[in-house]
């Protein structure tokens, strides 16, 4: 870990080391054969704009546009169904195969499917399913709001008598760690988690957790949508049982482009799909009336993929794997701790406080800042300095750092938007927009 944290950023100097790059505004990821930044691998349409908003959608690759094209016009255009067989029908266990080398799955163990939402109801249905015996699903209060909803919905649909335990305050920023294990007992059927806090950016223990969970006889569903791309995850040395996640944060995969699945070997041919689709059964194309669950990952699946959206994910798993997770990860823990640096020395003493853990080890790779006036702050970002955060009611700023292109100068970019938003008073004319998504 660097010390000094105001010291030029290292960059990873092909797959295996870090060096220095000398211009100061370029401090993120190369490739040595043709020095050039990874930056310039994703569609920019304006160099000015300082974009911190990768924890809710990620930059477009150029790979991905071109992959997109290729599919629409050569796929669709040219193949028509040949494109099935040709291609298509791949792509989920494809793509999925390649997740898994990010989360540290095995072949076949992820497949690339529906929506976040839906995967996790799927998966802990089917998980209170087997663990009918028990009456508990244990959450935190604090949980991506959806998770929660959904967690409700599998309960009930499992038919038995397992309750939501959401343990903590739902108006604070986050629960410990030390909190939630104490409420994992013999009664637990699932614990169900974000890895990363949506809200604050904490990072999950997720070996510890899953251990805990293990040797109470619970099992543990993880959600892996503020991690995946940013974090370094095992889920197989830690013999994790499940996990979702989507591919337009950090995985780059475009606008509500499909989520992914995780359900270790062992467990496939156990767990029932709630969601007897005609692509989770064994045959899909024997068009059988009696419905036989596919005893792979195949199972997890429901109905045909959406091809042109899912054609977008693989540019941005490609350029993951191409930097490697050690790597992205130092970046991450860099950018985010000379974040924290400037909020002391520029922000602290204007209102502004943390939302966010300190501990590097801890911390995801979205740093929270609150403030009373934030959705206004936010949006005096957006209009007047050309930097994009993400607000979260009721007043939390969301600063989104993706490793793969962001770097030093947005972070000092946006610390001196705060800064002039408030000693400026500049948040005081701006009048917010009824626009839907914050």
């Known amino acids: 870990m ?18 220095r790059i000398s211009t100061a505004k370029q401090r993120c990821y190369y490739s040595p054969k043709a020095s050039r930044t990874v930056k310039d691998d994703f569609y920019i349409h304006d160099s000015e704009l300082c974009y911190l908003d990768g924890n809710s959608l990620g930059r477009l690759p150029k790979a991905a546009e ?12 040219t193949d028509l169904i040949g494109g099935w067989n040709k291609d298509w ?18 072949v076949g163990e992820v497949i690339v499917v529906d929506s976040t939402s839906i995967n996790l109801f799927k998966l802990a249905t089917a998980a209170l399913k087997l663990q009918s015996e028990r009456y508990k699903a244990l959450t935190d209060a604090t949980n991506f709001p959806s998770d929660l909803y959904v967690l409700e919905a599998a309960c009930e649909t499992a038919g038995y008598s397992q309750v ?77 049982d499940l996990a979702v996640g989507c591919t337009y944060k950090y995985l780059c995969g475009g ?43 195949n ?16 540019a941005g798993v490609d350029l993951i794997l191409a930097a490697g997770m050690e790597s992205l990860r130092e970046q991450s823990i860099a950018l985010s701790s000379e974040l924290l640096t400037l909020f002391d020395e520029k922000l602290s003493s204007l209102g502004y406080t943390l939302n966010s853990t300190r501990d590097a080890v801890r911390r995801g ?30 007043h939390n700023i969301r600063l989104g750092i993706a490793p793969l292109y962001n770097d030093s100068e947005d972070i000092r970019r946006c610390v001196q938007a705060l800064e002039l938003s408030v000693c400026n008073r500049e948040y005081e004319t701006i009048e917010l927009s009824s626009d839907p998504v914050t």
């Open 365 to 394: 790779s979205h740093v929270s800042i609150a403030h009373p006036e934030a959705r206004r702050i936010t949006a005096n970002l957006i209009e007047r300095h050309h930097v994009i955060p993400d607000f979260r009611a009721p």
């Open 2 to 19: 660097k010390t000094n944290i105001s010291a030029a950023i290292d960059c990873a100097v092909g797959l295996a080391y870090f060096g």
């Open 164 to 240: 939501v335990d959401a343990v903590g305050d739902p108006e604070s920023v986050e629960t410990t760690e030390d909190a939630l294990l104490c409420e994992i007992d013999e009664q637990t059927a699932l614990v169900c988690l974000s890895h990363v806090a949506f809200k604050s950016g904490a990072l999950w223990d997720l070996e510890r957790i899953t251990k805990a969970a293990h040797e109470a006889g619970a099992m543990v569903l993880w959600d892996l949508s503020h991690s995946v791309g940013a974090v370094p995850i095992d889920l197989n040395s830690c013999q994790a």
């Open 299 to 314: 199972g997890f699946a429901v109905g045909t993929p959406p091809i042109l959206s899912m054609a977008a994910i693989e």
């Open 255 to 297: 606008p509500g482009a499909p989520a992914f699945l995780y359900v270790r070997e062992d467990l496939q041919a156990l767990l029932s799909n709630p969601i007897q689709g005609w692509f989770s059964h064994e045959s899909p194309f024997v068009f059988s009336p009696e419905y036989e669950q596919a005893d792979s990952i």
């Open 66 to 77: 071109q992959r997109v094209q290729q599919v629409v016009r050569e796929g669709w255009g």
């Open 89 to 106: 029908i791949h792509l989920p266990r494809r793509i999925g195969d390649k997740i898994a080398e990010v989360i540290g799955a095995s």
